[in-house]
């Protein structure tokens, strides 16, 4: 009874910090559930191209991601310590990696915009992607530095106005798309390229109402720079990139094999290919709310770890995986009983339709796994441990998942299912491992 009592204590206020966090993660993904919908009403091409223009900008997103984790880790170690002066100095050198890594994933996007027809695609989606990809890359400059702010926000336990503001950017990007793609109020239908556009906009708009509200909020202006451009201090940007780096890689093993399993199902057909983008929107919407509470757990433990806590990190732990458990089972269950109606809302062409629904009953499956190995990741990053997960997720995703999809795809005939099979294995191997790690670190002083 006594350990139900600290379960319980515990998972309150995780749930409590993680709301705002899963709101703040679903508005991100309200904002390309949008953009399908929008642009899939243009046609499959369209869908198709966006999908794979995404797909490849994914890459470096996930690098951002990645570095920009590390803002939330060691303000929340400074907050856990006290330590006003460290947080300011995590927020600044964060937006300065954010920005960094922005600018190089623009100038790749140059460079590589030209050469998308390489990658196999069908000559329709290559030609239609180019411009719009080369957009996004643009768009990428704002998106690192407002989730360097985010990142220091719900480290400080203010999570809430950064999910207003947020939303707020969601409503602009859906004004501008009705504006941009569909020509509306006297401008031009400019199509996926206006789709392109509302989102660099609006991301635009989001991080100046970020930087306008941390700076103002006097809750935490404390906390945040004084003196925003001054040169950085480089000690203090290889303490940020030892944590962000192998984060960014465990996030980039897992996103890359999405991209490539992308690249490879696009050489299938149209239709499978924007299948594809339809179902994997739909389990990545229902992914944030397991994201958050690993946010949430990175809050946690690091703030346990820095104030010396180490009693209280497996109960925080296990209440988080409990949760997202419960959360996954009923999740699943929509995929399952909904599948047809979820996809009819996405598309009309009935060979994609078809193959949409065979593949949310495969996401119904794999949500377990990818529950549970992204709150196990978000726990091992609040205590430091970042390296060895970020092997394990290459090994299971690159030797075993890719592999094994090509495999079903192709030796079995199983087509686009096949890819998503073998991703689910590597998913189910990388919780295992992960939650196995996160038992010995937390196995110091158990409370349970």
Same mark, same amino acid.
């Given at each position: ?305 820095? =104030? &010396? *806590?180490?009693?209280? /990190?497996?109960?925080?732990? !296990?209440? +988080?995986? %409990? ?5 996954? @089972? ?46 196990? =990741? &978000? *726990?091992?990053?609040? /205590?430091?441990?970042?390296? !060895?997960? +970020?092997? %394990? ?5 690159? @030797? ?46 158990? =409370?349970?």
């Amino acid at each position: 009874m006594h350990s139900f009592t600290i379960l319980r204590r515990e998972a309150r206020t995780t749930f409590v910090l993680a709301v705002p966090l899963i709101a703040g993660q679903l508005s991100h993904m309200l904002m390309a559930v949008v953009d399908t919908l929008m642009i899939g009403r243009l046609g499959v091409v369209q869908l198709a191209a966006a999908t794979f223009a995404n797909n490849v900008i994914h890459l470096p997103f996930m690098v951002v991601i990645g570095l920009t984790i590390a803002v939330s880790v060691r303000v929340s170690q400074a907050r856990g310590a006290d330590d006003p002066p460290a947080a300011r100095a995590a927020l600044r050198h964060g937006m300065f990696l954010g920005l960094a890594a922005g600018v190089l994933t623009l100038f790749g996007a140059v460079v590589l915009a030209p050469f998308l027809g390489w990658f196999g695609q069908e000559a329709e989606v290559a030609g239609a992607a180019g411009i719009y990809f080369q957009i996004i890359g643009v768009s990428m400059i704002p998106a690192g530095c407002s989730m360097a702010i985010k990142n220091h926000a719900d480290a400080m336990n203010r999570p809430w106005p950064a999910f207003a503001i947020l939303l707020g950017g969601v409503g602009v990007n859906v004004v501008l798309n009705w504006i941009l793609i569909y020509g509306k109020i006297g401008f031009p239908a400019l199509g996926l390229e206006g789709a392109g556009i509302a989102t660099l906009l609006a991301r635009i708009a989001t991080v100046f109402g970020l930087l306008y509200w941390c700076t103002h909020d006097r809750g935490i202006r404390e906390w945040v720079p004084y003196h925003w451009f001054r040169k950085p201090d480089w000690i203090a940007v290889r303490s940020l990139i030892r944590i962000g780096f192998p984060a960014s890689m465990q996030l980039l093993a897992e996103s890359s094999a999405f991209v490539v399993a992308t690249i490879l199902i696009g050489t299938i057909s149209k239709e499978a290919l924007a299948s594809h983008q339809v179902a994997i929107s739909c389990a990545a919407t229902i992914f944030m709310v397991p994201l958050g509470l690993s946010m949430a757990l990175t809050v946690r433990t690091g703030e346990a770890w820095g =104030a &010396g *806590a180490s009693d209280r /990190l497996r109960p925080i732990v !296990v209440s +988080a995986g %409990l949760m997202a458990i419960g959360f996954t @089972i009923v999740s699943a269950q929509c995929f399952v009983f909904f599948n047809e109606a979820i996809a009819g809302w996405f598309l009309t062409d009935p060979v994609a339709l078809k193959l949409t629904t065979t593949l949310l009953l495969v996401a119904a499956a794999f949500q377990f796994s990818d529950a549970l190995q992204i709150v196990f =990741a &978000g *726990a091992l990053r609040g /205590l430091d441990d970042v390296r !060895v997960p +970020a092997w %394990l997720a290459f090994f299971a995703y690159w @030797i075993i998942s890719l592999p094994l999809g090509w495999w079903m795809s192709y030796g079995l005939e199983w087509g686009v299912a096949g890819m998503w099979w073998g991703i689910t294995v590597g998913l189910t191997l990388t919780a295992v491992a992960l939650g196995a790690r996160v038992w010995v670190k937390t196995s110091g002083r158990p =409370a349970l």
